[in-house]
């Protein structure tokens, strides 16, 4: 059951399910029983007024140590922190009712595999000799030095997860300082606009001082015209505009360039891996389909006028859900030009099928519990158990999977009362 907050009661901690809308709630609230502006809470907790808007609005959470000092500074008596911990943690749900065979209520499992991913993280993070964190590898498994784009990901996890909590002010210095004219990058040279995208995710998950109006100049400077011909890359910067601000001129730029991305099948619209002149047979792909579905359900969240925007997520999920598909991972080779225009650079970008598929079915109107299902059961097949991460099944443990596998399961908790949200084995769950 959802708490509400109608005008001046306070939202319980103590609710059965607490989101990231009721802190808001609760934030303005607060804010507004001390007559403060945005702009003056903002100054005294020592980031920027849009953060708080964002934090008011329900589109992030504020970090810990943020969620600390608001909960200090409006004397909240930890109630405020206690609050904004219970969204960060998933949460228990309403059991099904009697009688619905097969389905039970796993989410305490889930909640246990979130707290150990959130473990496992702890170690795999990387420090220098004097203890400073540095980041995280983007393979967990091999001794390489931490990356950009691992430490966002692993960032973004640990907001997702809830727990333990490391102090992360080091590693959001860190990708401060890497930036570059062009955002963030993934190699010394050229523009990144997945990296820089998956960067200011975390910075602005975790609480930063850059502004909105920076940052999406950085993602749009982190753009080329090689990005038009990828759907993944178009749809990575647009879910992270559109966070930013939905109504942004870069998000309906966006928008329109993933829309143009796709391929006409027969009589119907879909994404292909790439769209570019000379393709030769393509066909539709399962992975760029199920992300661009996930991220323009983002966007009709706050845009209710791009009726093209909803006739092809309504088009591409009937197509999720009526034709059979494998939900495996799948590779995708990048070959992005050289800023010195000479050649190009060869990059293999690895997609999590299945928990872009759970992600898009989960936020369907109607859920399709025995295709979402399936997915999680594929999903359910990469996660190592011993090590508590999802793995490729190589023996690679890359950083990202664990983020995507984090990220679908959190959205089929919300969608359903008690979809197979354990992994398989686990006791008191029916197989």
Do not use: C
Request: charged share 25%; glycine share 6%.
């Amino acid at each position: 059951m959802k708490p509400t907050s109608t005008g001046d009661r306070p939202v319980s901690p103590d609710a059965e399910t607490v989101t990231a809308s009721d802190v808001g709630r609760e934030l303005r609230r607060l804010r507004k029983a001390t007559s403060e502006t945005q702009a003056e809470t903002a100054r005294i907790i020592g980031v920027t007024r849009a953060n708080l808007t964002q934090w008011e609005t329900g589109k992030y959470l504020p970090s810990a140590h943020n969620a600390r000092q608001l909960d200090d500074h409006f004397r909240a008596a930890n109630a405020l922190f206690a609050l904004v911990e219970k969204a960060r943690s998933p949460q228990d749900h309403t059991p099904p009712a009697a009688g619905d065979a097969g389905v039970v209520d796993t989410s305490g499992s889930l909640l246990q595999v979130f707290h150990t991913v959130g473990a496992k993280l702890t170690e795999h993070l990387i420090h220098d000799a004097d203890g400073k964190p540095l980041g995280w590898r983007q393979n967990l498994q091999k001794k390489t030095p931490p990356t950009v784009l691992s430490t966002a990901y692993g960032i973004s996890t640990m907001h997702l997860v809830g727990a333990p909590y490391i102090d992360l002010h080091p590693l959001i210095e860190g990708l401060h300082r890497r930036r570059s004219e062009y955002g963030w990058r993934g190699q010394p040279e050229g523009r990144w606009p997945e990296t820089t995208a998956a960067v200011l995710d975390a910075l602005f998950r975790a609480g930063t001082t850059l502004s909105v109006d920076d940052g999406l100049e950085l993602l749009e400077h982190s753009l080329d015209p090689f990005s038009n011909t990828r759907p993944y890359l178009l749809a990575t910067t647009l879910q992270t505009a559109v966070r930013m601000r939905p109504d942004a001129r870069l998000t309906s730029r966006l928008i329109d360039d993933l829309l143009a991305t796709r391929l006409d099948f027969g009589d119907i619209r879909l994404w292909p891996e790439k769209k570019e002149a000379g393709l030769v047979a393509p066909e539709p792909s399962v992975a760029h389909t199920a992300r661009a579905v996930v991220v323009l359900r983002d966007v009709l969240r706050t845009r209710d006028d791009r009726d093209d925007v909803r006739k092809a997520v309504d088009e591409a999920t009937q197509w999720l859900i009526d034709h059979p598909h494998s939900d495996d991972g799948v590779a995708e080779d990048l070959e992005k030009p050289r800023p010195d225009g000479d050649g190009t650079t060869r990059i293999i970008i690895r997609h999590f099928t299945s928990a872009w598929v759970v992600q898009a079915l989960a936020t369907a109107p109607f859920v399709p519990l025995p295709r979402l299902n399936r997915a999680l059961g594929t999903l359910w097949e990469r996660y190592e158990a011993d090590q508590g991460l999802w793995a490729w099944g190589s023996g690679d443990v890359p950083i990202w999977q664990t983020l995507d596998a984090v990220t679908s399961l959190r959205a089929a908790a919300l969608a359903v009362a008690a979809p197979p949200l354990s992994p398989p084995g686990t006791p008191g769950t029916t197989q």
